[in-house]
Each structure stands twice: as C-alpha cells, then as structure tokens.
C-alpha cells in the first residue's frame, strides 16, 4: 500500500494551471461592480436616503426607520439585479475569522404566493442565534443574545448570490463582542483629536480618517499535500518536519518570477476582491519558497480593515479552486521564514492631507511635526499595549526570531529626522525672538522635505518605521485581524493629541506665548520624554535587548504574559476615558484573548502526540524492524569476525531508532500529564501560562526527535509530506 504521502505526491505532479480569465479586460470597469457604493446608492436610492446614508458615512448621524426602509429597499433591488437571492449581516467575532448566517429574500405571501422581502429593520439590526462565540464572561446565558447592527461607514457587498452587510456584533447591554466595535470607537476618538488639533494649523479641516494599508504575506501549498497532514488541517502549521537541504538561503525566491500556477490563483484573487472594491495593488514572492504577498492601496482604515477580513476568506475560497490551500499561520514551517502583516498606518484629513507627510511650507511642516512627534510619544507611552495588541500563539513564533520584529517595541524614524529631532530637542523653549524663530522654520523645519527625498535609510528590523509619509507597524502576524493593532494605535493616538492640545492651549493661555512657541515648546518636551523608544540600530542583535533593558523598555516573549498590558491599569483608564472599551469590555478580551492562546497550543499539543503516537512512532518501528531482520540474516550468513565489522552501524542505528522512539512517547506522556493539570487551572491566566511554560516545550523536544527519524528513515515508508515537496510543488 503505497503511504498518503505517495498519493499526494502522484496527484500533484500532474497539475497543471488552472487558467483564470477575467470577463472583461480593464479592472477600472469592473473594480467595485459588486459593491452598494456611493455610485449604486445614488442610482438605487431615493434622495433623502442617499443623503441619510453619506452623512451616517461622514458624520456618524443616525438613520431613522423611515429612511432605513427606503435604504433597504434599495439595496435590495441593487442585489438582486446582481443576482442575490440571501442576505446576511457580515461581522468579525474575536474567533478570527468572519461569521454570517445567509436568510432569504424570499418570504410567502400567505396566499401560496412569494415575494422577495428586505425592510428597514432586517438591514439595521439581527439576532443571530451565535450564543457559542467567545464573550469572555459577557454573555451570561439569561443575557444570551447578541446583537449584529449596521455600518453604514463600510459599504455593503454582494458576494456570490448573498447580499452582505457589515455589522458591529454587540451583547444585549452594548458591550463589543467583535473586532469592529471598539475600532470604529477608536476612530471616533482618534479623528476628533486630531481635527482639534489641526485647527492649529489649517481651520478648513473638519475631519481625520485614520489610513491603512496592509501587507498581506501568506504560503500556497498544494491541497493534496495539505490533506495529507494532519497539522496542517487542524492547526495550520507543520508540528514536525526536516527543513529541506535547500531553503531560502540563495534568495531565489524573493521577488523572483512567480510560479504559473500560483499566478492564475492571484489573478482570480485579484479579480474577485477588485469586484468587491478591494483595491488591491502589489502581488510577489516573499523570502521563503512557497510564500507569497499581496498589498492594496490604503483605505480609511474601518474599511481597509473589513477588506482585509474579506481578503482572507477570499484567499481560503479562491486557493480551492487552483487546488491550493493557503496558509496564514504566522509560521507554518520552522526553520523557513514565517508571515507577517504590516500595517502601514496614517492619518489624512478631509482637505486631502497625509498629516504624516512633510509639506511644502515651514507651517505644514510643522503640522507633520506635530503629528510625527505625538506618534513616537503615544507609542513609547503605550509600547507594551501595542506588543499586547499583535500577541497570539502564531505570532509568538515570529516576534525575536530573527526574522520579524522583536518582542521589544520600539520605533525607527532614519537619520535625517533623528536630526530633526535632536535639533529641536535643544531650541531655546518658550518665547523666542522673531530671528530665532525665522532661522528655527527655515533652517529646522523648512528643510524636511529636501532631506526625505533622499531617505534611503529603511530598517527591516524595526517594529515600528517611519517610511517616509507614514509609520509601518511590521509586528502584526499574517492571520491577526488587523483591528486590534489599529484598535490600540488609534486609542494612544488620540489620548496623545488631546493631552497635546491641553498642554499648548495652557502655554498660550497662562504664559502668553504665541502659538508656534507653544507648539515648539511641546514638541522639545515631548522629543525628549519619549527618546527611549526610539531606536535606529539592529533589533534583532543581542545588543539591543541589553540596550532595551536598560532603557526600561519591555521584553516579553510570552504571550499570555504579554496580554497583561490589556488590563493595566494605565490600558483600562486609556480605553474608558475615550469611550473606546469598559473595563469589562477590556477585561472579557484580555480573558478571550488568553483562552484563545490556550486553545490553539492545546490543539496542537493533541494532533503532535496523534502524529507521534500514529504516524512518526509505528513508522520508525517498522523501519526499525527491517533493520533488525536485515542484521539478523547478515548474521545467519557470516561468520561472526565478518558480522561484527559489517553489522556496527546497522546496530547502531537500531538502538538511534529505539533511543529516539522511547523519548518521543516519554515525551509525549508528560506532556499530556502537563494538559490535565493545565486543564484543571480555574483562572485562564494560569492556564495559559501553564500551556506556554509546561506544555508547549515538549513541542520541540518531539519535533527534534521526529525529524532525525525522517532523515534516517526509508523515503518510501515516510508517511508525511517533506517540506521539500510541500514547498518546492510548481
Ligand atoms: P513596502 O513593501 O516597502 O513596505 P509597499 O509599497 O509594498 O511598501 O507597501 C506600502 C503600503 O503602504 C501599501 O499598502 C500602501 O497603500 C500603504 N500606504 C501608502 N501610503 C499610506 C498612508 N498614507 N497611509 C496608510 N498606508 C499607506
Ligand atoms: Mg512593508
């Protein structure tokens, strides 16, 4: 019988491409056709609602039922043009992935008839019966509902023969219950700090979107080999395997030519998420064989987050047609580089201005150095909620090995605004002469554009970069939801601009001095307060974490413990104070978030000791077994001078085997003993901890095992597939 890997092995290598062609031949006359955009509304909708619906767009006011009725009814004649025939309300509950439950149009009208119905109230609130998503302690089961209300801020779409609707997922009593909710606080928060603030500088600035642009790095195996391993099927990466004798040391991947196959796979991609208006852009090899990225152009960043969300489930649905699975696990196969997802953040204001973009004038670019100085102050001030904020059980892999981003958060800007900075650091504060100022905005300030044309200087091992008009956050993990990083960003951001705002109107008000000494005067105290975070250097070196330390800078490479940042006392009073999260709401996703960590190294614990106990040790048994036979016929036919100079290695390799094959079940024993008294752990905190100190440990020392067997072991009996064919499948 041949083993499963042979099998996967036979159908992969008659695949060929399966060609994809987009029905018309321009992106600019499909891009967006299945989405109730701004375009569809004025043609689908009635006046007053298209008004209704572009304020609750722009100013966050409320729709009333009558106008809701019209907005449905227009969405429903849009969609089913488009050949829908079920709705859903479309949300992120804290699972990670997206969740929907399809109803149909179609209701009977009691006289054996039918009719295609959507009101008002179907389009701005369900109850979906999703008592069994995590709420952290919410939800008790008298207050057992959960409630899915409309986001008129992000556009409905129609995905196959469903209209979806983008909804925020709350309990019965309003606290969040998804991702949504307190990122779409948290841009309230950030866009009315920073509209007070630009009032400084520019009166006509009514508004600030917070942008993102994500950069989304996934692998592409084939399915017949994803099916053939169990670890990939349940926990999304290889608990075991050899790195092939060729990995990504050449670089011949990075940015090479893409393989046909996985071209026709991003081309459908692309035209599906181009039809949703997802605008994306970029499409190349990352580093490792097999790894691949996707980029759009950035978008307010509620919506740039829903298409991520999007994107992703697209990537799961579209790989099946190409028979690819597509891996997001932060780090699928060890030793190989593992995936991230940078979050290229700024803010923009309704006047068309990137606030993290210099300008032409010494008073826009005062206005950059505003918003770039109050950055680097939030970040270094919230530095432990943002490493909470891209903590996960995948992510832990990444962050400080070597390849990602340490566990240290810390912020790169390049040599040319460090100097900036130093230069303002020692201006003369408080009032200042006019040749003092004029030589300040003309020698300082009014040089900024000039020295980032030339900024060449980028920093692949910094968390936090500034890029030139605006900052990557490079530490976000490849599955993460994109909304949490953004949740805490926005938050610090805008708790940051509000304090920058009382500390300016205090200089001005109570020591008269003008207002771009003020702001000066700020900046200088801010520059210096928040130098510790800054960081031009290696961070992946030994160097830095020594550095770090003494700083004060947190280095914490566990995850459950990192999540303690969620709940300090500083995060909760950040979160209340701008309306973002109660305690409780911070408290259910600390809890959630620490037993989703649980619950993923519990999964993997048990599919490693499966593999082990049905795969690698039976294996290795029987090899073991043949080498016995073998040695015991030499031994028939030699005499035994002859038997003992020829058979040495052959019985050395008997008692390597058994060595290897007893430590492999010791191992695997105690690390079920570890499980159950993990399980038995009350609080979740402990039991995460638990998992990460006691359990997850065990995980190397079996792999180590597992794959010295695969090296010694027959090829034919191995029974999974290598990473070499995993990786290099064309
Ligand atoms: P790199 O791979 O070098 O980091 P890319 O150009 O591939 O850079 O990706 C940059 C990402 O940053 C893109 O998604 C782009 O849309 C996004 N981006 C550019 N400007 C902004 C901005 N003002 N706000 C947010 N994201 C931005
Ligand atoms: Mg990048």
Request: charged fraction near 25%.
């Amino acid at each position: 019988m041949p083993t499963v890997r042979f099998l996967a092995l036979e159908q992969t290598m008659g695949r060929k491409p399966n060609n994809f062609k987009a029905p018309e031949s321009r992106v600019s006359e499909y891009f967006g056709s299945h989405v109730f955009n701004i375009k569809a509304m004025r043609e689908y909708m009635t006046s007053e609602a298209f008004k209704a619906v572009v304020d609750a767009m722009e100013n966050g006011s409320k729709i009333s039922r009558g106008v809701a009725d019209q907005v449905a009814s227009g969405m429903k004649a849009w969609a089913l043009n488009l050949g829908a025939t079920h709705y859903t309300h479309w949300f992120q509950p804290l699972t990670g992935s997206t969740a929907e439950k399809h109803d149909s149009f179609f209701e009977p009208t009691g006289n054996g008839e039918a009719m295609e119905k959507f009101s008002g109230g179907m389009l701005v609130q369900q109850e979906p019966d999703a008592s069994s998503f995590p709420n952290g302690g919410i939800r008790n089961t008298f207050e057992a509902r959960g409630y899915t209300a409309w986001d008129p801020t992000s556009p409905a779409f129609v995905f196959g023969s469903t209209l979806c609707i983008p909804t925020v997922f709350v309990s019965y009593t309003g606290e969040a219950l998804d991702y949504k909710t307190p990122l779409l606080r948290a841009l309230q928060a950030v866009d009315s700090a920073s509209t007070a603030v630009c009032k400084y500088f520019d009166k006509s600035v009514t508004k600030v979107n917070a942008t993102l642009g994500w950069e989304q790095e996934y692998f592409l195996v084939d399915e017949a080999y994803f099916h053939a391993r169990p670890d990939l099927m349940l926990a999304g990466r290889a608990l075991v395997g050899h790195a092939p004798a060729k990995g990504q040391q050449l670089d011949d991947h990075y940015f090479g030519s893409i393989p046909e196959r996985a071209i026709e796979f991003m081309k459908e991609l692309e035209y599906e998420s181009r039809i949703l208006g997802i605008p994306v852009k970029t499409r190349h090899n990352e580093v490792a064989p097999a790894q691949y990225e996707f980029a759009p152009v950035f978008e307010e960043a509620n919506v740039a987050v829903d298409h991520n969300s999007l994107f992703m489930d697209l990537m799961e649905k579209v790989s099946r047609r190409h028979d690819f699975r597509v891996l997001l696990h932060e780090k699928p196969f060890a030793n190989i580089n593992g995936s991230g997802k940078h979050n290229n953040w700024s803010l923009a204001t309704n006047t068309g201005v990137n606030l993290l973009a210099p300008g032409s004038t010494p008073m826009s670019n005062l206005m950059f150095l505003t918003f770039f100085v109050n950055s680097i102050k939030a970040v270094h001030r919230h530095a432990d909620l943002i490493r909470a904020s891209i903590g996960s059980a995948g992510n832990e892999h990444r962050l400080g090995a070597n390849e990602a981003p340490p566990a240290i958060i810390s912020v790169f800007i390049g040599t040319q605004l460090s100097r900036v900075l130093d230069q303002l650091e020692n201006i003369e504060g408080g009032k200042m002469t006019p040749d003092q100022k004029t030589d300040l905005k003309l020698n300082v300030v009014g040089k900024i554009p000039d020295v980032l044309l030339d900024n060449t200087d980028r920093n692949r091992t910094s968390p936090f970069a500034f890029t030139g008009n605006k900052f990557e956050l490079r530490a976000a993990g490849s599955a993460s939801n994109c909304a949490q990083p953004m949740t805490v960003l926005n938050s610090a951001m805008a708790q940051q601009l509000i304090e920058f705002k009382i500390d300016v109107d205090a200089l001005i008000d109570n020591e008269g001095l003008k207002k771009d000494e003020a702001i000066f005067s700020i900046l200088k105290r801010y520059i210096k307060e928040s130098k510790a975070i800054r960081f031009e250097g290696d961070g992946y070196g030994d160097a830095w974490k020594a550095e770090a330390a003494k700083r004060g800078l947190t280095n914490e490479p566990s995850t459950p413990r990192a999540l303690d940042a969620y709940i300090s006392e500083q995060s909760l009073s950040l979160f209340k104070h701008l309306g973002v999260m109660s305690n409780r709401e911070a408290e259910a996703r600390h809890e959630i978030l620490l037993e989703s960590y649980f619950m993923k190294i519990q999964i993997e614990s048990r599919v490693l000791g499966d593999l082990a106990g049905n795969h690698i040790v039976p294996t290795a048994i029987k090899y073991q077994n043949t080498l016995i036979d073998n040695v015991q016929r030499l031994k028939d036919i030699m005499d035994a001078d002859t038997f003992n100079r020829v058979a040495k290695e052959q019985l050395e390799m008997i008692k390597d085997i058994s060595a290897r094959i007893s430590q492999i079940l010791g191992s695997k024993e105690a690390m079920v003993q570890e499980r159950k008294k993990a399980n038995l752990m009350e609080d979740m905190r402990d039991r995460a901890i638990a998992y990460h100190d006691h359990v997850k440990p065990y995980f190397e020392v079996i792999r180590y095992e597992s794959d010295k067997l695969e090296l010694m072991i027959d090829d034919e009996q191995w029974p999974l597939p290598k990473f070499r064919e995993m990786l290099y499948t064309r």
